[in-house]
């Protein structure tokens, strides 16, 4: 990466399904902050139309520009991707459709089973077998091979535009087969698609890998298609060699290496948000943080654990859909500021997951929604200013929130406000629910956490949130609507694997730390190629994921992390030649097993399941500075959480500065998001200008 | 019973929610570090936060299977021991039908939690534990003929006192199961869920104090007792009636009934299995637990409502049974089965049977309905140890008013997952021919049912000993409102050298089809296990051709049945023959 000094600033761009954001900054913090509609239809309209209304002189100036985007993600949960050819092992064609036989929820006659991204009429089942312990039982023929090409060109002759994905059990032990039929087809069709699970996947669980090597197979027409029309404008531009993508384990990548595995991209919209989160937490030191980033329709919640940001094998993208691929790991949960309150049973409240998203919107949009929500009962309680939603772009009525709100007050047989208090506490609790579960889950006790909170909605209820669970403060990044825009521009370039290797670690024999250190090495040498880096900028990390021989689910112990070439910063040796590997992982997986679960089996035998490695080159952080210092400070009449209504200060977050303290009650307005400080609480404004809440009197 | 105040309902159902919410912590633990899969792919288990009295105020909805059990987990301790004979660290177990348990893998652990020397709550679990010894692997003897035969029996006892764990008992159940290994990890994943649970559960009433929570745990329960009588209450009052068979009880050939009187009566119901049959001489009885448990959740899917699961709405049910019946067995009956075959089948005579009379639009055809528990077990040539594994199959599911069956699913009283076939044949010495959906099966209805599913698996080690427990062998899913009914269970064998797959009663003189213990297969023998396709809903001459095609498409059904059974006419371009479907069906109409 060349860098000249007048390239100072870099941009980021996240596009939603109303607005695409664009933030920009430049190496002393200067900000621009820009919002465009997006154009669903064709999305890179509204990237190449924010990019035009920045000052920065694309040419000269710009020194990297990363985009998130939800294109991939839309494309497969609207399911418009392409029609997928499926080749499985015979006899086992129809595994998408078995899934895993459970269901989300109990007593629910009407339920439908999630229907498969790959149709048994596009399926075809095919010679070749491999055994548990990665033998060959019957051998893949060249016959075998010209059978399935035949039913595939059968298939192509319905619908040319079709892609395939090949998926054969024990695969991740042996991918001969695979790599077969891979061949084969790349020769004989060579504009065909073709993704293998031994390539996007090779962990084991068939159904989980198939629906993974699917996913990949369904998207990549259509991301081939939208990088093609970004290169082209980026090129135009006289920009793409700048230009990345962010990817769904939160890094970036080169926009020419975009397309190598599309399900990379699925959860790319998403990953700013999270390393975002993860920025803001490292600036106020905070070690243990969860990120919450509330925007309309959901909340995404992430994890940051001593200063490191969650990453999982594992996402759903709906219930019974999965992909096992490193992502950065979010728990999306149905709470965002149109999310609908509704009459459960006999009389009891329930808030969202159902949504009015943004058309209609909440009832206050005025667009004909008539169902309350969490951003109405905001406008009755008088936290939000109708006449300034979104920096006044987007007017409120009143009169309608009170109406849609009325009617859930019918119902429960209460008054406006007390309804509206309840709306946002059961909005608070599950919002709560979901922090303490992806805490707990990771084994750690919330209350050692800061809450980190953002998005739109986020700042309206991060003090109450964190007051629910005792959490340490609550913390308002700047310009929150656009963190996660801005959590593009700071993501490192990032290389993830994951393979399966069963190891038993009181082995003398075995070969994990080699396969190790082999992985690492491979990892290292793509991201070397990907972008010319010195070997000296490549960062390795790896991990082992063990349990106790016997047991169904493991535990993720890191290794190594530094430098291949140079000295290593912790944790376990992974030099094959180093005999202390075994001893060390040992002790470090009994170390994890009693923090998460409060015991230990010392005398068990430990066996690895998955090994992990990730190559990156970190980003460059740098500070926005969007407060121009210049507002107003005004008061009116909100509401509280107990009900009574108090005169409150109104402050514009541009007159914040750094060490400033003010007592709640108070409202903080800026055009991308408002901030409500209950009564009892402190907000200090600290040197980043992040907003800091906590219960009490300040220092 | 007092009904709270309309404006208490919003902090009872935050409290509602942080209950649920630590019942989940429970469980996420119990399930990462559990060793069998039948906990940890299969979650078979429940976690439970009771009152002082042991009744039941939250769970998480893992396996309602476990409903009625965990509404008397503790009582029964309580009243059998006596709570003043508990003391703080103390930690009971016990596995007893005949002391409130539904059967005997499930284990119950309570833990009673003491604030200022006085027990406020308890926290609990219910997990199925794979193999607690009896007389095949796999602790599921279709054909025992009493409780001793089916496993190492526990009465309360405890497993830790007073903080310590209790060396004998340990000794004494690891002693008894085959897999000790396997049931040590599972103890302590059940051990370290109450633990957390017990920590949970403390900060809880740290925060809201004692007496505030002793008295939201009672509104808690008034509460949901409340709400399932508003429920109840909209109902038409009346008597309805159903019946389901089994096929036989694994030791004689004789089908077994049950037979259910179910009266809506104002703001209750009353379930009345009057007319049942005796008990059976197998394991396909039932304890009283169970009875409660299928009538609950019958009556839950019948509501089709989310309600708080807690003691309260057991409150608006009752149920009738009489002693020595197969509804509720009486001492020292075997009832291993009544938990897998026979409460799904009293779920389907509410949802299925009583439902399309009652509310039609809400009700299913018939489901496969059968678990297919599949047991196996042998010596690992490698480590000359046991190995044993407790296996079951997803059904189809019945059609619907609006929709075609789900396929591959697991019981409607259960909510476990399968074992993928690259964990299974990592583990066990066996390899998979097939594992599909049995296509062709489905009852034809204007909605059909849903498939179920085929499995072929060949013996890879020298000797591998099987059991089975399943029903269905011989009665069809029912379709309903002129659906046609779904198919069969099948366990076929073929046996190295032949190429015919014959049933268990041909090839090895079993008396029954769907029940029978410790057959020896050697290398190179074949186990078929297909679970049954649901029934359809509506006249198959009503379903939409396009929706026939489609399944013809993707093979689900032949062009022959296509004609057969819906009378649609495809022409050999594989489209739909308009014309000749109209006349097709008019004929038959």
């Known amino acids: ?699 | 019973m007092t009904k709270p105040e309309r404006h208490d309902n919003i902090g009872l159902t935050l409290l509602n929610q942080n209950l649920v919410n630590i019942c989940d912590e429970m469980a996420v633990s119990m399930m990462r570090t559990a060793y069998s899969p039948i906990f940890s792919e299969g979650l078979d288990f429940s976690t439970l936060i009771l009152d002082e009295h042991g009744n039941l105020v939250a769970t998480a909805g893992l396996n309602p299977a476990m409903l009625g059990a965990s509404l008397y987990a503790a009582t029964w301790i309580i009243q059998e021991v006596g709570a003043e004979n508990f003391e703080e660290g103390d930690i009971w177990i016990y596995n007893d039908p005949y002391r409130g348990g539904s059967h005997m893998p499930e284990h119950m652990m309570i833990l009673p939690i003491y604030i200022d020397g006085e027990i406020v709550a308890y926290v609990g679990n219910i997990a199925h534990m794979a193999e607690i010894g009896g007389m095949a692997a796999g602790s599921f003897s279709a054909t025992a003929t009493d409780i001793y035969q089916e496993g190492l029996r526990l009465p309360p006892v405890k497993l830790f006192e007073r903080g310590e764990p209790v060396k004998d008992i340990w000794r004494i159940v690891l002693t008894n199961h085959r897999t000790p290994a396997n049931s040590w990890g599972d103890l302590h994943a059940m051990l370290g869920s109450l633990y957390i649970g017990e920590r949970r559960l403390r900060q809880l009433i740290e925060e809201r104090g004692v007496p505030n929570i002793r008295k939201s745990f009672t509104q808690l329960q008034d509460f949901a007792e409340q709400h399932i009588r508003d429920e109840i209450q909209a109902l038409p009052d009346g008597v309805y009636c159903a019946e389901d068979r089994f096929d036989d009880d694994g030791i004689g050939n004789t089908p077994y009934y049950i037979r259910l009187t179910m009266i809506i009566d104002g703001d209750r119901v009353v379930f009345d299995f009057t007319g049942s049959d005796p008990q059976a001489a197998g394991a396909i009885n039932a304890p009283y637990v169970v009875t409660l448990s299928g009538s609950l959740n019958g009556l839950l899917y019948f509501l089709g409502r989310r309600l708080p699961v807690n003691a309260g709405i057991s409150r608006a049910v009752r149920v009738v049974t009489q002693s020595g019946t197969i509804c509720n067995v009486r001492h020292p009956g075997a009832c291993v089965g009544g938990q897998t075959e026979y409460q799904p089948k009293l779920i389907e005579m509410i949802v299925s049977g009583i439902l399309s009379k009652l509310g039609p639009d809400r009700a299913t055809a018939g489901t496969g309905n059968t678990s297919l528990n599949f047991l196996f077990g042998g010596i690992d040539p490698k480590t000359h140890e046991y190995f044993a594994h407790y296996h079951f199959e997803g059904h189809g599911w019945g059609g619907r008013k609006t929709l075609d069956g789900n396929s591959a699913q697991i019981m409607l009283h259960a909510n476990c997952r399968n074992t993928p076939v690259e964990i299974f044949e990592t583990r066990y010495p066996w390899l998979h021919h097939d594992y599909s959906l049995s296509q062709g099966t489905a009852g034809a209805g204007e909605h059909r049912g849903g498939l179920g599913v085929s499995r072929d698996i060949e013996v890879l080690g020298d000797v591998i000993t099987v059991s089975v427990l399943a029903d269905r062998g011989e009665r069809r899913p029912e379709g309903i409102l002129g659906g046609a009914p779904g198919s069969l269970t099948e366990v076929l064998v073929k046996r190295a050298g032949s190429d015919e797959f014959q049933d268990f009663r041909v090839a090895e003189g079993s008396k029954s089809l769907t029940k029978f213990v410790n057959v020896r297969l050697k290398k190179g023998d074949v186990v078929r296990l297909v679970s049954p396709s649901g029934g359809g809903y509506g006249d198959p001459l009503d379903r939409e051709p396009a929706l026939v095609l489609s399944d013809v498409i993707d093979r689900f059904i032949t062009k022959e049945q296509a004609l057969e059974e819906y009378g649609v006419v495809i022409t050999p371009d594989t489209t739909v023959d308009l014309a000749a479907t109209a006349t097709a069906r008019s004929k038959r109409k």
């Open chain 1, 1 to 699: 990466m060349t860098k000249r000094d007048d390239r100072s600033w870099r941009i980021g761009i996240d596009t939603g399904g109303t607005f695409t954001d664009l933030v920009a900054v430049d190496s002393s913090g200067n900000t621009i902050l820009r919002k465009v509609s997006s154009t669903p239809a064709k999305p890179s309209l509204a990237v190449f139309e924010a990019l035009a209304r920045t000052e920065v002189n694309l040419d000269e100036e710009l020194e990297r520009f990363i985009l998130g985007t939800t294109i991939v993600t839309n494309a497969v949960i609207q399911r418009k991707g392409a029609e997928t050819i499926l080749l499985t092992t015979a006899g086992f064609e129809d595994v998408l459709y078995i899934q895993r036989i459970d269901r989300p929820k109990m007593y629910d006659l009407q339920w439908v089973k999630a229907a498969p991204y790959a149709l048994r009429r596009n399926t075809i089942g095919v010679p070749g077998r491999v055994l548990a312990d990665g033998s060959i039982r019957e051998d893949l023929t060249q016959a075998d091979l010209v059978a399935v090409g035949d039913s595939i060109e059968a298939l192509l002759a319905g619908n040319a535009d079709m892609a395939v994905a090949v998926a054969f059990l024990f695969s991740y032990l042996n991918d001969t087969h695979e790599r077969l039929v891979g061949d084969y087809l790349a020769q004989r069709f060579p504009d065909l698609p073709i993704s293998l699970s031994c390539d996007v996947a090779p962990v084991w669980r068939e159904y989980e890998r198939t629906s993974t090597t699917v996913m990949d197979a369904y998207c990549q027409r259509v991301a081939r298609g939208f990088l093609q029309e970004m290169t082209k404008g980026l090129e135009d531009l006289g920009i793409r060699e700048r230009s990345a993508l962010m990817k769904s384990n939160g890094g970036q990548v080169p926009i020419d290496h975009a397309a190598s595995r599309p399900i990379d991209m699925v959860l790319s919209g998403l990953s700013g948000g999270m390393i975002a989160g993860h920025f803001w937490s490292q600036q106020l030191n905070s070690s243990r943080a969860v990120s919450l980033d509330m925007g309309g329709t959901s909340a995404d919640v992430g994890v940051i654990i001593d200063g490191r940001l969650g990453f999982s094998g594992t996402h759903e993208i709906e219930w019974g859909i999965p992909i096992t691929i490193p992502v950065i790991d979010v728990t999306t949960i149905g709470a965002g500021g149109s999310s609908i309150a509704a009459i459960d049973y006999g009389g009891l409240l329930r808030v969202g997951p159902e949504s009015a998203g943004a058309d209609p919107g909440p009832a206050c949009y005025g667009k004909g929604g008539v169902n309350a929500t969490i951003t109405d009962a905001n406008v009755v309680l008088g936290r939000l200013d109708p006449s300034f939603f979104l920096g006044g772009e987007l007017s409120l009525d009143a009169d309608l929130a009170s109406k849609a709100v009325e009617g859930i007050a019918q119902e429960l047989d209460l008054d406006l406000v007390s309804t509206a208090n309840a709306i946002i506490a059961v909005a608070v609790d599950n919002m709560a629910g979901a922090v303490r579960l992806v805490t707990v889950d990771r084994g750690y006790d919330y209350r050692d956490f800061d809450l980190i909170a953002f998005g739109g909605a986020g700042p309206l209820h991060a003090a109450r949130i964190a007051d629910r669970l005792g959490m340490r403060r609550a913390i308002i990044p700047p310009s929150p609507g656009l963190v996660s825009a801005f959590g593009t521009l700071i993501a490192d370039e990032r290389i993830d694997q994951r393979i399966t290797l069963v190891r038993r670690l009181d082995d003398p024999s075995n070969d994990l730390p080699v396969a190790l250190a082999g992985l690492a090495n491979a990892l290292v040498k793509s991201m070397i190629e990907q972008t010319g880096a010195d070997q000296a900028d490549v960062l390795a990390e790896t991990s082992v994921s063990c349990r106790y021989v016997g047991q169904n689910y493991e535990q993720e112990v890191r290794t190594y992390s530094g430098h291949l070439d140079r000295s290593f910063e912790l944790a376990i040796s992974i030099d094959p030649n180093d005999p202390s590997f075994r001893v060390s992982l040992t002790e470090a997986f009994h170390e994890s097993h009693r923090r998460a679960y409060g015991y230990a089996l010392e005398d068990q035998p430990i066996e690895s399941v998955y090994l992990g490695a990730t190559a990156l080159i970190r980003g460059n952080p740098v500070r926005p500075q969007p407060y121009s210092g210049e507002g107003k400070r005004t008061k009116r009449q909100v509401c509280v959480d107990d009900g009574t209504w108090v005169e409150t200060d109104i402050i514009d977050r541009n007159v914040l500065k750094p060490g400033d303290q003010f007592a709640g009650p108070l409202i903080v307005m800026e055009p991308t998001s408002t901030t409500y400080v209950p009564p009892g609480f402190t907000m200090q404004v600290d040197d980043a200008r992040c907003l800091v809440l906590s219960k009490g009197v300040g220092e």
